[in-house]
């Protein structure tokens, strides 16, 4: 999550509100959190103030001042002020990776987790609805409910569905979870009744071998309860994606994960392959886990060749493009987001680099072997299949 840091002009509760880069008239200041170079009279009655600037006086609302990088902020964006000086951006206009993170408490612990799991906070359901609260009215092309594991919610977790099917008709909305819940089927079916053809569940399923999913994930049965939810899913016709985190442990399989794929699950509107994010956990255990894409290049070929092959629609996330073998390169997808994606200083010469995935700026490790700058005629893209999503999940549950 992009954070901007500055001084708190007091202590106070933490304070959701909307970007203002410009005036705005009076009546429309309440939900208004200003960017303003200087705290004068123009910053009255906004919910809060930002300023590079020093600190207001007394009357002022509440502010964080000395503010750096406001530059970075676009008017509109949802951010949260707290007084410790911290001003957290929850949504970014324009970005096509924002997320709601619902909880970070998880049924799962998994190798690779980039945020480990914590006990549930009711407080960010509070923030998920704060958020929804002011992006009503506005046209929206995607949305993203991620955790943790946010159907651990139960009913409020239906609710918020339903809430943003409801007022985000247009948008895309995308489920982050391992599934597990949807092997009761009851649930499954409520979920499956607040859903509409706009929302996508991002199943992450590891492996078609039980024990090694349920080693990569730190929860046994879970591979038993994972695919129950993915048919449980289907059986309510719901559109399923289904992401796969490519680890030490998993990528000599990929060919006969793809084949279990398409004899088990052919009925997907997605399937994608997952380059790892080597931060929290996946950080931690990086000696069992961490495996650079040039390893498994011919194996991830074959998979995605397999998938693609038999019509399924199939992509690759998180991966450099000069790291896949040529004839895949049309299915990687620019999935990482922005606020963490980074490239290396050889990427500058690269003809491709518009295109290219890059890197994980939040990696405690960067594959570096093999990178090279690519010529344009080495990559004959094809367009995305039309259920692919390009959103990389901002934390939480791959
Ligand atoms: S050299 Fe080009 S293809 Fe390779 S990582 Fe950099 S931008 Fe991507
Ligand atoms: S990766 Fe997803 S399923 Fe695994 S522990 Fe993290 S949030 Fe839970």
Same mark, same amino acid.
């Given at each position: 999550?992009?954070?901007?840091?500055?001084?708190?002009?007091?202590?106070? $509760?933490?304070?959701?509100?909307?970007? $203002? @880069?410009? =005036?705005?008239?009076? %009546?429309?200041?309440?939900?208004?959190?200003? +960017?303003?170079?200087?705290?004068?009279?123009?910053?009255?009655?906004?919910?809060?103030?930002?300023?590079?600037?020093?600190?207001?006086?007394?009357?002022?609302?509440?502010?964080?001042?000395? +503010?750096? /990088?406001?530059?970075?902020?676009?008017?509109?964006?949802?951010?949260?002020?707290?007084?410790? &000086?911290?001003?957290?951006?929850?949504?970014?206009? &324009? =970005?096509?990776?924002?997320?709601?993170?619902?909880?970070?408490?998880?049924?799962?612990?998994?190798?690779?987790?980039?945020?480990?799991?914590?006990?549930?906070?009711?407080?960010? @359901?509070c923030e998920a609805r704060a958020v929804l609260d002011?992006?009503?009215?506005?046209?929206?092309?995607?949305?993203?409910?991620?955790? /943790?594991?946010?159907?651990?919610?139960?009913?409020?977790?239906?609710?918020?569905?339903?809430?943003?099917?409801?007022?985000?008709?247009?948008?895309?909305?995308?489920?982050?979870?391992? &599934?597990? $819940?949807?092997?009761?089927?009851?649930?499954?079916?409520?979920?499956?009744?607040?859903?509409?053809?706009?929302?996508?569940?991002?199943?992450?399923?590891?492996?078609?071998?039980?024990?090694?999913?349920?080693?990569?994930?730190?929860?046994? /049965? =879970? %591979?038993?309860?994972?695919?129950?939810?993915?048919?449980?899913?289907?059986?309510?016709?719901?559109?399923?994606?289904?992401?796969?985190?490519?680890?030490?442990?998993?990528?000599?399989?990929?060919?006969?994960?793809?084949?279990?794929?398409?004899?088990?699950?052919?009925?997907?509107?997605?399937?994608?392959?997952?380059?790892?994010?080597?931060?929290?956990?996946?950080?931690?255990?990086?000696?069992?886990?961490?495996?650079?894409? %040039?390893?498994?290049?011919?194996?991830?070929?074959?998979? +995605?060749? $397999?998938?693609?092959?038999? /019509? @399924?629609?199939? =992509?690759?996330?998180?991966?450099?493009?000069?790291?896949?073998?040529?004839?895949?390169?049309?299915?990687?997808?620019?999935?990482? *987001?922005?606020?963490?994606?980074?490239?290396?200083?050889?990427?500058?010469?690269?003809?491709?680099?518009? *295109?290219? *995935? !890059?890197?994980? !700026?939040?990696? *405690?490790?960067?594959?570096?072997d093999h990178i090279h700058p690519l010529k344009k005629?080495?990559?004959?893209?094809?367009?995305?299949?039309?259920?692919?999503?390009?959103?990389?999940?901002? !934390?939480?549950?791959?």
């Open positions: 999550m992009k954070t901007l840091e500055g001084t708190p002009s007091r202590r106070f $509760a933490p304070i959701i509100g909307e970007i $203002a @880069l410009r =005036s705005r008239p009076f %009546y429309a200041r309440s939900r208004a959190i200003l +960017v303003t170079p200087r705290m004068d009279r123009g910053a009255l009655g906004y919910r809060a103030c930002l300023t590079s600037g020093p600190a207001g006086r007394f009357f002022h609302p509440d502010h964080l001042f000395g +503010v750096d /990088g406001l530059e970075q902020l676009g008017d509109g964006d949802i951010v949260r002020l707290d007084s410790a &000086g911290k001003a957290h951006v929850l949504w970014e206009t &324009g =970005s096509a990776h924002n997320a709601l993170l619902v909880t970070e408490a998880c049924n799962c612990s998994c190798l690779m987790c980039p945020q480990p799991p914590r006990a549930h906070d009711p407080a960010l @359901l002011l992006l009503r009215g506005r046209s929206l092309t995607q949305l993203c409910l991620t955790g /943790g594991e946010p159907t651990l919610l139960g009913e409020d977790f239906v609710a918020l569905l339903r809430r943003c099917v409801r007022e985000h008709p247009e948008a895309r909305i995308d489920i982050l979870t391992n &599934g597990k $819940a949807f092997a009761d089927r009851r649930f499954a079916a409520r979920v499956g009744e607040a859903a509409t053809p706009n929302v996508l569940f991002c199943v992450s399923l590891h492996s078609e071998i039980d024990m090694l999913h349920d080693t990569l994930t730190g929860a046994p /049965g =879970s %591979y038993i309860a994972t695919q129950q939810g993915i048919y449980h899913l289907a059986e309510q016709g719901c559109r399923i994606e289904i992401r796969h985190v490519i680890s030490r442990k998993n990528a000599q399989f990929l060919e006969s994960f793809a084949e279990h794929l398409y004899n088990y699950f052919p009925f997907c509107a997605h399937y994608v392959f997952m380059g790892m994010e080597l931060c929290g956990n996946a950080a931690c255990n990086s000696t069992v886990v961490a495996v650079a894409p %040039y390893e498994y290049q011919q194996q991830l070929r074959a998979a +995605v060749l $397999a998938l693609a092959r038999r /019509g @399924l629609p199939v =992509s690759v996330y998180n991966i450099p493009l000069c790291l896949c073998a040529p004839e895949i390169r049309p299915f990687l997808r620019q999935s990482i *987001a922005s606020w963490k994606n980074i490239y290396l200083p050889q990427c500058d010469s690269c003809e491709r680099k518009e *295109a290219c *995935a !890059g890197f994980f !700026g939040t990696s *405690a490790s960067l594959p570096l005629e080495e990559v004959c893209f094809t367009p995305p299949n039309d259920s692919a999503t390009d959103a990389e999940e901002p !934390g939480g549950c791959p």
